[in-house]
């Protein structure tokens, strides 16, 4: 049947009527802004992680919620995302967990060397007694966790004249340390560490101000320490994770369909984040070699003198730093 003119006149109005309707709602505002800060360069697997998250928000919550990342500290410095969450100037922040060893030292516990790093432990960790007790201690302090997101569940050493493989080649080494509980370790055997966000690190080696960085493997790589740095010494020595923090006033203010899109999204963020596979990933030392590093993959007897003359200092000052410590040490040997 051939339309007629009025026909074909109605079918344009509706199609753009359509276009219109579509139009608006595309440039109505979303129900509920949801922005994150944190420190992580764009390149960053963490960085790409939370990119996927918003995608996955936008996608359960079609475009209601709309997820805001300001990403290499360009809102807040590390060390200040926490009161900036918890006193409600931003809704959500992704902070890597030793950060706040300082306010919450339980939260150190993963940086015990060689403790918490095996694959099995890794993949447990998140929604375990452990996790579940440190989410409280979080909540405490104004900090409602959706997500432990592995930052890297293993480290690398690096430096520019010598690899530092065995516990002898640290003394006398200025290093960047990671918090003061694992700069026990450090001190321990002879180091030199001082604590500074991975942000800073490429600037102090570059400058001279310390001799030696640490970092996770595929870090070092996204931070082009290569282009600083000569070798790279790696091992399964910390469990490093990135808390997706949240102000608890705002997030429970939500709708619930909100909180269950948010949640669930924070979830597939955290199994993205789970290694695949144990030990260092081969791609991660490919990458490094690829520019030019010398890296040595400690071997099991390798780790185990490095954990021989770290884990006890740093073990015993664990279990000075909190009352609950032995608790927490408890509830990780079940894992």
Do not use: C
């Amino acid at each position: 049947m051939t339309a007629t003119p009025h026909g074909r006149r109605s079918a344009a109005r509706r199609l753009v009527l359509a276009a219109l309707l579509a139009a608006a709602s595309a440039a109505w505002p979303a129900d509920a802004t949801m922005r994150i800060s944190h420190q992580f360069p764009p390149a960053h697997h963490s960085a790409k992680n939370l990119e996927q998250f918003a995608a996955d928000v936008k996608a359960a919550t079609q475009g209601k919620v709309e997820v805001q990342i300001f990403g290499s500290a360009q809102l807040f410095k590390p060390n200040q995302n926490h009161a900036a969450v918890a006193t409600g100037k931003i809704e959500a922040a992704a902070i890597v967990g030793f950060t706040l060893g300082g306010t919450i030292p339980e939260m150190n516990v993963t940086l015990i060397p060689y403790y918490v790093t095996a694959a099995d432990k890794v993949r447990k960790f998140p929604g375990s007694p452990a996790a579940r007790m440190l989410d409280a201690k979080l909540l405490d302090k104004g900090l409602l966790n959706l997500g432990w997101m592995v930052d890297a569940s293993d480290g690398i050493f690096t430096s520019a004249k010598a690899p530092l493989v065995q516990p002898a080649d640290f003394k006398g080494i200025k290093i960047r340390g990671l918090s003061k509980l694992f700069d026990e370790g450090l001190i321990a055997m002879g180091a030199a560490p001082s604590a500074m966000p991975g942000s800073e690190v490429y600037q102090a080696l570059q400058t001279g101000v310390i001799d030696a960085g640490f970092t996770g493997v595929a870090a070092a790589y996204e931070r082009k320490y290569y282009e600083v740095q000569k070798f790279g010494v790696a091992s399964n020595i910390i469990l490093a994770h990135d808390v997706l923090v949240v102000n608890p006033a705002w997030f429970n203010a939500l709708p619930a369909e909100f909180r269950q899109a948010i949640q669930a999204a924070a979830h597939k963020a955290e199994l993205r984040s789970i290694p695949k596979t144990a030990g260092i990933a081969a791609d991660d030392v490919k990458n490094l070699r690829d520019k030019g590093m010398t890296v040595t993959v400690l071997t099991p007897e390798q780790e185990k003198a490095i954990a021989a003359a770290m884990q006890p200092a740093v073990l015993k000052a664990f279990k000075a730093s909190s009352p609950d410590a032995q608790k927490l040490i408890d509830l990780v040997d079940r894992l």
